[in-house]
C-alpha cells in the first residue's frame, strides 16, 4: 500500500541520516553510541556468546519491579536455579529505567550529567562455564585494545572481606588484576556495601570487582567513574542469612552503554563524563530547539540555568517514554510512567512554550537514534504516537479542568492552594473534602484505611497522600498504608463467599497439600459443540462449615471441602469457578455452588456448597462432577473472549485489556480506546471478523511454558501490569497468542454465534462491551431480526397517518414507537440493530410530530376564520385560541387575520403555559386605553408581565408573558373582564 511505501521510504533516509551522522562524528573522532555497542556484542559474540535481544522493560515474572533495572533481570530465574540459561555465554544491551526504589535517578535526572531515568546496560554472563580469571581478562581486553581506554587511568576495586560475616578477602581477584598488569596502587579493596552483590535478603550473591576510569588522573579512585561491574555469584543467602557456597558459579557482568560513550569522547578539557553530549540526546535537543525557538543547549549545570536543565529532562523523559510505550507499559496503568509523562509535559508548556504534540515529534528522533538495534521501537511507533497524542489531548481536559478546581482551592483551602500545581487540582480538592468528612474528634492522622480510601476513590498515590499530608500539616505513615493496601489486595480477591463474618480468609492447616487441579484441562471434544468431561476421583483431606474445621456434614449443612485432586476449575482470569456434585458412599451427594483458591500460597481449592443428600466426612473417597452445560458455557465465553480481544487488537490502532468476566451466560470485556470512535459501524465490524474466526473452525492450542519465554513471542498480546506465574498456559488462536489459565473450546467453531448485546463508556478512553454466544446469541440474532421486521412493516402505517394528516391517531402511533423502542432496550438485544433501529424509530417520531403539527396549525388557523366571522359585526375582536396537543401557532399569526381597523385581543394556551397579545389601532390610543391598558386588566389578576414586541410602541401592541397553571374557568372570567372593560372604553 501506498502507506506502505511511505513508511519504507521514511526509514530508508532515516538510516542515510544516521549514516551521514556517524561520518560526521568519525570525521571529528567521535565515537557513537551505536558503534559502542555494537563493538561490545561483536566482541562478546567472537568468543562464543549468544547475544540475546533485550527484554521488555517491564518483567513479566517478577512481582518486585514496576521496571527491569538492570541486565540481569531477565536471568533471575536461572540464578535462582528454576530456569536454564539459554547458552552458557550470554551477552546482550538491555533497556533499564530507574524510577523509583532503591534505584531511583528521577529526582535528579537534569540535575548532572550522569543520571538517567532510561538507560542501555551492556551485560556479558556465563553460566556455570568461565569464572574470574577469563571475566576479568575479557573486561580488561574489551577495555584497553578495542575501546583503547589509557589503560594508566584505570583502577579496579575488589572485595576486601567481612570479618562479621566470616567472608574472607578475595584475592583470587586482586592476583588475576595483578597479573593482567594493573598496578598494585591501582587495585583497591573495599567493603560489603561497595563490593558485595546482593539479589535480595536471600539467594544467590556474591563478591564483586568494579573498573574505573580516571580522565584527569587526579584524585585517584575518588576522582574516578565507575565503568564495569563483575559480579561473581559464588554463594546462596539462605532465609536465616547463611551463606552457602553455590554449586555451579555464574558470571554476572554490567556496564552502562551511554556513560562508556561519554568516557571515549572526552576531551582533555573535561573532568567528568556527561551522557548528555553522546549522539543519542544531541539531535533531541537540536529538535526541541528547532520547534520551541529557545537558544541551543549549552551544557550548563549550574541550578539557576533552567533551559539547559529543561533540555535534559525532556530529552531524557522522550526517551524514556518512548521505550516503554513501545513496550506496551500504559501511563493509566503505571504510576511511574505517569509521572514521568506529566513532567515531560510540564516541561514543555512552561520551559519552551510548547503545549502539545513535541513529546510526539522527539519519539521521531528516538526511534532514529536507537531503533536499529531496538527494532520493536520501529515495529510499535504507531502506538507510542496514538498513546502521545491521547495523553497530550488529555492533559489539556486536566488542565481545564485543574483551573476550575485552582480557584475552589483557594476559596475553600487557602492555606494550602498555592503548594498544589493545576494537574493535580482535581484530586487534592476531592481528597481535602474526603479528608474533611473522615477525621473526627480533632485527629491529625491519615491512617491506613483513609490512606486507602483516597487511593482507591480519587486515584491518589502514596507519595501524593505523603505531600498532602505535609502540606496540611496531618501525620501520614507510608509503611502501614503499604501494609493495609496489601492486604485490602488480598481481601479483593476472596470470593464473598470465604469471607467470614470477621473478614478472616478461610485457610486449612500445612499438614494438607496442595490440591492438583490439573485436571481442569483434561476433557475432549467429540463433536461440533460436544465435549466429555470425565468424573475423577479423589479423597477428602478436609473440610469447614460456618469458617470452622469439622470432620463431617450432614444433609442440608453448607460447607466447603477441600480434595486431594480436583477437575473443577476455582475462579480466575475473570473466568468464574466451576459447579458440579461431589458423589459420595449411598447416593450422598455434596452441590458445589461455587470453586474458589484459597491463596496463592496454600494451593487449596475450596469446593463451597452444601450438603444435598446423605453425609461427607473427612477420608472419604468421592467422584467429582462438573456441571458440563456451566463449564461448556465458560469455556465458549472465554474462547469468544480471547477472539474478540484478537480482533480488537486488528482492527484499533492501539488498544489494551482492562478487565474482563466470564460466565457461563455472557462474557463482559472492558478495553481502553485512543483517538479513535468506537461507534456502531466500528462494533459491527468487530462482530464480523469475529464470526468469521468462528467459521474458520481454527484448532485452539495450548501450550504451557515458562514466563521468561513471554517475551519472544510474536503477535503476544498481555494484560498490562500483570505478573504471570514461573509457568503459564498460553492460548494460541493463530492471529494472536495470550497467556490465559482459563479453559477453553479446541475449536474456533464450537463458539457457534457470537453478537455485541451492549456497550458502555465506564470513563474516558475505556469501553465496555456485554457479549452473548453460542445460542444465546442466536436467540439474540432472531430477536433483532423479528422487531427489524416489525418496524419496517409499521413504516406504512406511519407514512399513511402522515400523509392523511389525520388528527387523533398521534398517540396511538408513538405509543406504538415507545413499545418497539421497550424491545429494543431488552439486554439481550443485539447492539448494533438496537441503535440502528433507534435511529429509525426517532425519525417515525419526527415524522409523526411534524405531520401532527401541520395537523394542529390546520386547526388553529379554522378557529381563528371561525371566530372571525362571528364577531366581524363587533367593534373589537375577543378571542381565548384552543390548541390541542402541544404545537404552537402564534398569536402574531392570530391578530394578522383580525381587521387592522379593531382593537383585538388573543389568549393561547400551550403546554399549560398560557399567554396573550393585545393589538390597538392607534387612531383609537387614548390616555384611558391603548393594547398594555387593556393587556393589563387580565395581567393584573394573574400577576403577569406585559411588554411590547422589541422596537414596537406598547400601546399599539403589547404581550402577555406566559403564565402556568391557569384553570380554564379563569380564563373564561378574564375574557368576561377585557370585554366588559372594552365595551366601556369604546363606548366613551
Request: charged share 25%; aromatic share 8%; glycine share 6%.
Amino acid at each position: 500500500t501506498s502507506t506502505r511505501v511511505t513508511e519504507i521510504m521514511y526509514w530508508k533516509s532515516m538510516r542515510l541520516q544516521q549514516k551521514l551522522l556517524s561520518l560526521t562524528l568519525a570525521r571529528h573522532h567521535h565515537k557513537s553510541v551505536s558503534a559502542a555497542r555494537e563493538q561490545f556484542l561483536d566482541f562478546f559474540r567472537s568468543s562464543d556468546h549468544l547475544v540475546v535481544p533485550s527484554s521488555p522493560v517491564v518483567p513479566f515474572n517478577d512481582p518486585s519491579l514496576t521496571f527491569v533495572n538492570a541486565g540481569m533481570n531477565q536471568f533471575k530465574p536461572v540464578f535462582q536455579g528454576q530456569a536454564t540459561a539459554p547458552a552458557c555465554r550470554v551477552a546482550n544491551s538491555q533497556k533499564c529505567v530507574r524510577v523509583g526504589g532503591k534505584h531511583n535517578d528521577l529526582s535528579v535526572v537534569g540535575t548532572d550529567g550522569t543520571h538517567l531515568t532510561m538507560f542501555e546496560m551492556l551485560g556479558s554472563w556465563s553460566f556455570g562455564d568461565y569464572w574470574k580469571q577469563e571475566a576479568c581478562q575479557k573486561a580488561w581486553e574489551l577495555l584497553t585494545e578495542v575501546y583503547r581506554l589509557d589503560r594508566e587511568k584505570l583502577w579496579v576495586t575488589y572485595f576486601g572481606g567481612c570479618e562479621e560475616l566470616g567472608l574472607e578477602v578475595d584475592l583470587e581477584t586482586k592476583e588475576v588484576w595483578r597479573t593482567l598488569g594493573v598496578p598494585e596502587d591501582r587495585i583497591v579493596p573495599l567493603g560489603m556495601e561497595d563490593n558485595f552483590w546482593e539479589m535480595g535478603l536471600s539467594g544467590p550473591c556474591g563478591p564483586c570487582t568494579e573498573i574505573h576510569y580516571n580522565h584527569t588522573g587526579e584524585g585517584g579512585l575518588g576522582g574516578a567513574t565507575e565503568v564495569w561491574n563483575i559480579v561473581f555469584m559464588q554463594f546462596d543467602r539462605r532465609a536465616g542469612g547463611d551463606l552457602v557456597p553455590l554449586t555451579v558459579k555464574h558470571v554476572d557482568t554490567g556496564m552502562g552503554l551511554e556513560r562508556l560513550t561519554a568516557i571515549l569522547n572526552m576531551d582533555t578539557s573535561s573532568t567528568t563524563p556527561s551522557l548528555y553530549t553522546t549522539d543519542v540526546f544531541l539531535p533531541l535537543f537540536t529538535h526541541i530547539a528547532s520547534v520551541s525557538g529557545r537558544d541551543p543547549y549549552s551544557g550548563d549545570f549550574s541550578s539557576s540555568h533552567t533551559l539547559d536543565w529543561g533540555y535534559r529532562v525532556l530529552a531524557d523523559h522522550a526517551r524514556m517514554l518512548t521505550v516503554c510505550l513501545a513496550d506496551g507499559v500504559f501511563p493509566d496503568q503505571n504510576h511511574k510512567l505517569r509521572n514521568v509523562l506529566r513532567n515531560a509535559q510540564k516541561v514543555s508548556r512552561e520551559v519552551f512554550g510548547v503545549d502539545k504534540g513535541l513529546l510526539g515529534e522527539l519519539s521521531y528522533k528516538v526511534v532514529e537514534t536507537l531503533g536499529e538495534h531496538h527494532t520493536e521501537l520501529q515495529r510499535n511507533h504507531h502506538k507510542v504516537l496514538t498513546l502521545l497524542e491521547y495523553e497530550d489531548d488529555n492533559m489539556e481536559r486536566i488542565l481545564v479542568k485543574g483551573e476550575k478546581y485552582r480557584r475552589k482551592l483557594h476559596e475553600e483551602f487557602p492555606d494550602v492552594a498555592e503548594h498544589i500545581e493545576v494537574q493535580e487540582a482535581f484530586n487534592f480538592y476531592e481528597s481535602l473534602k474526603c479528608i474533611e468528612k473522615e477525621l473526627i474528634d480533632d485527629s491529625r492522622t491519615i491512617d491506613g484505611v483513609l490512606a486507602y480510601k483516597l487511593y482507591e476513590s480519587h486515584g491518589m498515590q502514596k507519595n501524593e497522600i505523603a505531600k498532602l499530608a505535609a502540606i496540611s500539616q496531618l501525620e501520614f505513615n507510608p509503611d502501614k498504608f503499604a501494609k493495609y493496601f496489601d492486604n485490602q489486595k488480598t481481601l479483593s480477591k476472596l470470593s464473598t463467599a470465604l469471607i467470614q463474618n470477621n473478614s478472616e480468609e478461610i485457610t486449612f492447616g500445612g499438614d494438607i497439600p496442595p490440591t492438583d487441579d490439573h485436571h481442569k484441562y483434561e476433557f475432549e471434544r467429540t463433536g461440533e459443540e460436544n465435549y466429555q468431561f470425565p468424573q475423577l476421583k479423589t479423597e477428602i483431606l478436609g473440610m469447614k462449615t460456618n469458617g470452622s474445621d469439622c470432620i463431617s456434614l450432614k444433609e442440608g449443612e453448607k460447607g466447603v471441602l477441600v480434595t486431594g485432586e480436583t477437575s473443577f476449575y476455582s475462579e480466575a482470569g475473570g473466568q468464574v469457578g466451576d459447579r458440579g456434585a461431589v458423589l459420595g458412599h449411598g447416593g450422598s451427594l455434596f452441590r458445589v455452588e461455587d470453586t474458589q483458591k484459597l491463596s496463592s500460597k496454600s494451593g487449596h481449592i475450596a469446593h463451597i456448597g452444601f450438603v444435598e443428600t446423605g453425609e461427607f466426612s473427612v477420608n472419604d473417597e468421592v467422584a467429582l462432577d462438573i456441571d458440563v452445560d456451566h463449564r461448556f458455557g465458560c469455556m465458549r465465553n472465554h474462547t469468544a473472549t480471547h477472539l474478540l480481544n484478537s480482533v480488537l487488537h486488528d482492527v484499533l490502532p492501539l488498544t489494551c485489556q482492562r478487565s474482563s468476566y466470564v460466565s457461563s451466560e455472557y462474557l463482559k470485556f472492558d478495553f481502553s480506546v485512543f483517538n479513535v470512535d468506537f461507534d456502531n459501524e466500528l462494533v459491527k465490524r468487530v462482530e464480523e471478523e469475529v464470526l468469521k474466526l468462528i467459521e474458520q473452525e481454527i484448532e485452539i492450542g495450548r501450550e504451557v511454558l515458562s514466563s521468561d519465554h513471554l517475551a519472544h513471542i510474536d503477535n503476544l498480546i498481555t494484560l498490562p501490569g500483570e505478573v504471570y506465574p514461573r509457568e503459564v498456559s498460553v492460548i494460541d488462536v493463530t492471529r494472536h497468542v495470550e497467556p490465559c489459565c482459563g479453559t477453553h473450546l479446541l475449536n474456533t467453531k464450537d463458539v457457534g454465534n457470537f453478537v455485541v448485546v451492549g456497550v458502555k463508556t465506564p470513563t474516558t478512553g475505556i469501553k465496555s462491551v456485554k457479549c452473548l454466544t453460542g445460542a444465546k446469541a442466536l436467540d439474540s440474532r432472531q430477536m433483532g431480526m423479528e422487531v427489524l421486521e416489525e418496524i419496517l412493516d409499521f413504516q406504512s402505517t406511519v407514512e399513511s397517518f402522515c400523509d392523511e394528516l389525520s388528527a387523533g391517531k398521534e398517540k396511538e402511533i408513538l405509543l406504538k414507537i415507545d413499545q418497539m423502542q421497550k424491545k429494543i432496550s431488552h439486554p439481550d438485544f443485539p447492539y448494533t440493530v438496537a441503535v440502528d433501529l433507534n435511529l429509525v424509530l426517532d425519525q417515525y417520531r419526527r415524522k409523526v410530530k411534524v405531520s401532527q403539527r401541520a395537523v394542529q396549525k390546520g386547526a388553529a388557523s379554522e378557529q381563528m376564520k371561525v371566530a372571525v366571522a362571528e364577531q366581524i359585526d363587533s367593534p373589537y375582536f375577543c378571542h381565548y385560541l384552543s390548541l390541542p396537543g402541544s404545537e404552537k401557532f402564534t398569536l402574531s399569526k392570530a391578530v394578522k387575520m383580525v381587521s387592522k381597523e379593531k382593537p383585538c385581543i388573543i389568549f393561547s394556551k400551550v403546554k399549560e403555559e398560557l399567554k396573550a397579545k393585545a393589538v390597538v389601532p392607534e387612531h383609537l390610543v387614548s390616555p384611558n386605553f391603548s393594547a398594555k391598558i387593556w393587556l393589563d386588566v387580565a395581567a393584573s389578576r394573574l400577576g403577569a408581565k406585559t411588554s411590547a414586541p422589541r422596537g414596537q410602541d406598547s400601546s399599539i401592541n403589547c404581550n402577555m408573558a406566559g403564565v402556568t397553571n391557569i384553570e380554564e374557568v379563569l380564563i373564561s372570567n378574564l375574557l368576561q373582564d377585557v370585554k366588559l372593560f372594552v365595551d366601556k372604553e369604546l363606548r366613551n
